[in-house]
Nanobody
Framework: VQLQASGGGLVQAGGSLRLSCEAS????????MGWFRQAPGKEREFVAG????????WYPDSVKGRFTISRDNAKDTVYLQMNNLKPEDTGVYYC??????????????????WGQGTQVTVSS
């Protein structure tokens, strides 16, 4: 499975961005799609996840109510709508997928394939 992320950019605090991640290849084996972010000097952090077939969603408290993950199975694409952005949301955002099974969504090591990352910068 290959993942191509897009949609990052520079936005002022309080603004919005929508990220997209298109999957290709053996997409029939996708079980979970997740979004992570990584700020300079910090560990990669889980921000949203979705069970690909069932649609179950989970967010950490840090983004709950501001970020929305959605999917378009026909396009093999997952989206991350980010509203009311804060400077602490700045980082490189990655999409990732678990294939064949669902493991702890919060753990980067349980994901099998990763997109290339897209930079999100929120100015104060």
């Amino acid at each position: 499975v290959q993942l191509q992320a897009s949609g990052g950019g520079l936005v002022q605090a309080g603004g919005s961005l929508r990220l997209s991640c298109e999957a290709s290849g053996r997409t029939s084996v996708i079980a979970v799609m997740g979004w992570f972010r990584q700020a300079p000097g910090k560990e990669r952090e889980f921000v949203a996840g979705i069970l690909w077939k069932e649609g179950t969603i989970w967010y950490p408290d840090s983004v709950k109510g501001r970020f929305t993950i959605s999917r378009d199975n026909a396009k093999d694409t997952v989206y991350l709508q980010m509203n009311n952005l804060k400077p602490e949301d700045t980082g490189v955002y990655y999409c990732a997928t678990q294939v064949g099974r669902s493991a702890d969504w919060r753990v980067p090591g349980y994901y099998d394939f990763w997109g290339q990352g897209t930079q999100v910068t929120v100015s104060s």
